[in-house]
């Protein structure tokens, strides 16, 4: 079955780092990639998405490319801030019948002043 | 847009009783899903609607555990009995739409079971 792994946190940073949080996905279709965002006490929101191989999905300084030949999707901002402090999710859908959304086990992010 | 709303937003009770969640979803969104978050194993998906109508509920843990959806605008996830290792984050989302929708996701409800 469909499956996303993500690199294990937790991650800390300094402020105005390079982040990067890897994504590999396993699908037996052709996925659109997503990335999750959840901050303390709140549910996840959507960051980024990227429907076919070689988009690039950006938001709020965070970008990923859908790297279909290495079946990748992973997140990077150059620059971090306190405020991104989160739990971050990779998360793949299916283009078939019905909502099929696979989230990997999160990456939590600590950045600090 | 209230967004997707969830009640109680926390829930303490012992083992044994009966929990109910309740969600009201986005206006106008035919998919609702319910997921429970641990530490353990992360983001799970319980059970999904597709206008009203359950289609797949293979997530669900067991059969203490209910979801109903009797309308466009509510739905509830039950628990009975409940039990400790039932204590968990438990998400309603709704989307628009087959495939490639994005989420949008409630609060939560932090259940624990005493």
């Known amino acids: 079955g469909d499956s996303v792994t993500q690199m294990e946190g937790p991650v800390t940073l300094s402020e105005e780092a390079f982040l990067t949080i890897n994504c590999t996905y396993t699908?037996?279709?052709?996925?659109?990639l997503f990335w999750y965002v959840q901050y303390p006490g709140e549910g996840l929101q959507l960051l980024l998405k990227?429907?076919?191989?070689?988009d690039k999905g950006s938001n709020k300084g965070f970008e990923a490319t859908y790297r279909k030949e290495t079946t990748s999707f992973h997140l990077e901002k150059g620059s971090v801030q306190v405020s991104d402090s989160a739990v971050y999710f990779c998360?793949?859908?299916?283009?078939?019948?019905?909502?099929?959304?696979?989230f990997g086990p999160g990456t939590r992010l600590s950045v600090l002043p | 847009d209230a967004g997707v709303i969830q009640s109680p937003r926390h829930e303490v009770t012992e083992m044994g009783q009966e929990v109910t969640l309740r969600c009201k979803p986005i206006?106008?969104?035919?998919?609702l899903f319910w997921y429970r978050q641990t530490m353990m194993r992360g983001l799970e998906l319980l059970i999904y609607?597709?206008?009203?109508?359950?289609?797949?509920d293979s997530g669900m843990p067991e059969d203490r555990f209910s979801a109903k959806m009797p309308n466009a605008s509510f739905s509830t996830l039950k628990i009975q009995p409940s039990e400790p290792r039932d204590s968990a984050v438990y998400f309603c989302?709704?989307?628009?739409?087959?495939?490639?929708?994005?989420?949008?996701f409630g609060s939560g409800t932090q259940l624990s079971v005493l």
């Open positions: 989302a709704s989307s628009y739409r087959a495939t490639n929708e994005k989420l949008f």
């Open positions: 609607f597709n206008n009203n109508v359950p289609i797949d």
């Open positions: 990227a429907t076919k191989a070689d």
């Open positions: 699908a037996t279709g052709y996925p659109s």
């Open positions: 206006s106008g969104h035919d998919y």
């Open positions: 998360a793949l859908s299916e283009n078939n019948y019905g909502q099929n959304f696979v």
